[in-house]
């Protein structure tokens, strides 16, 4: 039960897609507390509220709490969320929408 992230290019054309695994998701917001001071952070806590879609430059804001939390996080995840960021990082995106189950 992870994350969807869905990618959209400038003229709103679907990308690809991308999954916040479980697992991820449970080391950025249930081993620490860290992620309330992150507001893009916070917007993706909960898998069955989030439904958000971000421009590209919520994209950059949400990259850069991915990259801050990451020390507070166990070292087994930092593969994952390092490959989350260079995706995400590609500025074909111009477009991401998160949702939950």
Do not use: C
Not at 8 to 27: G, M, P, Q, T, V
Not at 59 to 81: E, M, R, S, T, V
Request: proline share 2%.
């Amino acid at each position: 039960m992870g994350l969807d992230i869905e990618m959209y290019d400038k003229e709103d054309r679907y990308l690809d897609f991308k999954e916040i695994e479980e697992s991820l998701h449970d080391a950025l917001f249930h081993t620490n507390n860290n992620w309330r001071s992150y507001l893009y952070l916070r917007k993706i806590r909960d898998y069955y509220l989030t439904n958000v879609e971000f421009d590209r430059d919520e994209i950059d804001k949400f990259i850069k709490d991915l990259g801050n939390i990451k020390i507070f996080i166990p070292g087994d995840y930092h593969p994952a969320l390092s490959e989350l960021i260079k995706i995400l990082s590609n500025h074909e995106i111009q477009k991401i929408s998160i949702v939950g189950d």
